[in-house]
């Protein structure tokens, strides 16, 4: 199994920057990739924000968020990143972190099988 732990949210103003880290433990070696995913209101879908490989050398970004978020890996601490930049008002939110251990579907929820307990995020105007 796979432990995952977020940590760096909080309250900032619209056009700021906050970077937010999600530290991985336990089988990370059955991890291809990791991800953020983000709920904006209880009861919505998770929706995707942007994925490294487990390499770190291969990157997506959700459209929402190309050009402002960065995600990064720290391979010496197992260690995910994303710093968000230029923030907005809707980028407020629920961030999770997520690992899966498949190639395809790294925009796919249903394709991540460890999830963290959130880090919230909120962005005001």
């Known amino acids: 199994q796979v432990q995952l732990v977020e940590s760096g949210g909080g309250l900032v103003q619209a056009g700021g920057s906050l970077r937010i880290a999600c530290a991985a433990s336990g089988r990370t070696s059955s991890i291809f990739r990791m991800a953020w995913f983000r709920q904006r209101f209880q009861g919505d879908e998770r929706d995707f924000v942007a994925t490294v490989n487990w390499r770190g050398d291969t990157k997506y970004y959700d459209d929402s968020v190309k050009g402002r978020f960065i995600i990064s890996k720290e391979n010496t601490a197992d260690t995910v990143y994303l710093q968000m930049n230029n923030l907005k008002p809707e980028d407020t939110a629920l961030y999770y972190c997520?690992?899966?251990?498949?190639?395809?579907?790294?925009?796919?929820?249903?394709?991540?099988?460890?999830w963290g307990q959130g880090t919230q995020v909120t962005v005001s105007s």
């Open positions: 997520a690992t899966s251990p498949k190639m395809t579907g790294w925009a796919n929820r249903w394709q991540y099988d460890a």
